[in-house]
């Protein structure tokens, strides 16, 4: 039998220690560049969580403060306050004043419904987009001097688009809603009752009219984009045969835009906002429908808003005020209840964390 010596054995045994010790020292080494990818991983998560939140913030301060001017854009084009000082003067033509009253009240609230949550949901858009944008500019800042995908001017230029929804689309839009409401309402007469439940139904009846709602439509992308953007795919290229490379960034980021908009996500998000915005709509209304003391003590069983009816003539003047509730720059419950919806939360931080990963680099 063969023994291997002392001195041989002795060898193995240093060898392995040697072994284990840079084995060990390998091991440390790895722990600790895990924990240290681990901790600037959570630390860049932490910094677009903050920043994601902040631009929660100014999206909401944006809403609240461009809706001043969304408000005197519609007052202005459905300017019923001139129908009613002529009414004062008790005209020849006092009917049809009322009968154009009534379609403009309708119209003017029922487009500040659409308007304002068209409003919420694109610079929701815009807002995430751009702020996806800046948030890997100042990442890449840090490292090195790369050339920033959104300067300060393709942001103006690129924000300004919104300037379509409070213009042309504004009209447009106004032209839609004036002729479904003129088709439920227009052969109305004043002196007609009409219940909470009714009014609610005629509302529907109106905006289906308006979205159109149809077999064909139901896995495209919501009518209501028209609205929102131009139809051309690249506005600014309509301006100037040559494109400067901030014009070019821009339409990059108004076709990106248009993507979202397009998307089944963004149809559904605005789908909710209106079915919350409507809803909000007939329980500021509601108020008026309510059961008076002569209403409870001829008949006791009165305890629903359904059997409370107004003449239409009633409902007018109720409708035409809502404007000043719907387009209110101080948070009114209609603007809260659509700034704080979960629904358009969770569509804002899908938009920034699809813009603001690394990958987007590489488009």
């Known amino acids: 039998m063969i023994r291997s010596s002392g001195v041989e054995g ?24 895990i924990q240290e990818r681990e901790a600037a991983e ?51 033509n006092k009917l049809e004043i009322w009968e154009d009253l009534k379609i403009i009240s309708f119209t003017r609230s029922i487009v500040a419904v659409y308007s304002t949550c068209m409003l919420v949901v ?33 942001q103006q230029q690129y924000l300004s688009s919104i300037q379509h929804l409070l213009g042309d689309g504004l009209t447009e ?18 002196k007609h009752t009409l219940s909470l439940l009714e009014l609610e139904q005629k509302v529907k009846d109106i905006r289906e009219v308006v979205e159109h709602k149809d077999s064909d439509q139901i896995a495209s992308h919501s009518p209501l984009c028209h609205y929102l953007m131009p139809d051309e795919e690249n506005p600014l290229a309509t301006q100037a045969c040559g494109l400067t490379e901030r014009d070019i ?3 990059k980021l108004l076709n990106e835009t248009r993507d979202m908009l397009e998307s089944p996500d ?25 059961p008076t003391e002569k209403d409870l003590s001829q008949n006791g069983s009165v305890n629903s808003l359904s059997s409370v009816s107004l003449p239409l003539a009633k409902i007018i003047p109720i409708i035409n005020g809502q404007i000043h509730s719907v387009c209110s720059e101080t948070p009114s419950h209609f603007v809260q209840d659509l700034l704080m919806m979960e629904q358009v939360k969770d569509f804002a931080a899908n938009v920034y964390e699809a813009f603001s990963t690394p990958q987007q680099l590489e488009k």
């Open 266 to 290: 963004f149809s559904t998000v605005l789908s909710t906002c209106l079915n919350r915005g409507f809803s909000r709509l007939l329980d500021n209304m509601a108020e008026f429908f309510r």
């Open 10 to 33: 002795w060898g193995w045994k240093v060898g392995t220690r040697h072994g284990v010790y840079l084995l060990g020292k390998y091991g440390q080494k790895k722990i600790r560049e």
């Open 122 to 154: 694109l610079l929701r858009v815009q807002l995430n987009i751009i702020g996806g944008y800046i948030y890997l500019d100042n990442a890449a800042l840090c490292k090195n001097g790369t050339t920033p995908l959104a300067p300060p001017e393709v």
């Open 173 to 190: 839009l106004i032209t839609i809603v004036k002729q479904a409401v003129h088709k439920v309402f227009g052969s109305i007469s004043l």
């Open 249 to 251: 960034a821009t339409i």
């Open 42 to 92: 959570y630390i860049a998560q932490a910094r677009r969580q903050y920043h994601f939140e902040s631009n929660q913030r100014t999206c909401n301060m944006t809403v609240l403060s461009m809706l001043p001017t969304l408000r005197d854009a519609l007052m202005h084009q459905l300017n019923s306050e001139s129908l009613t000082s002529l009414l004062k003067n008790r005209p020849a």
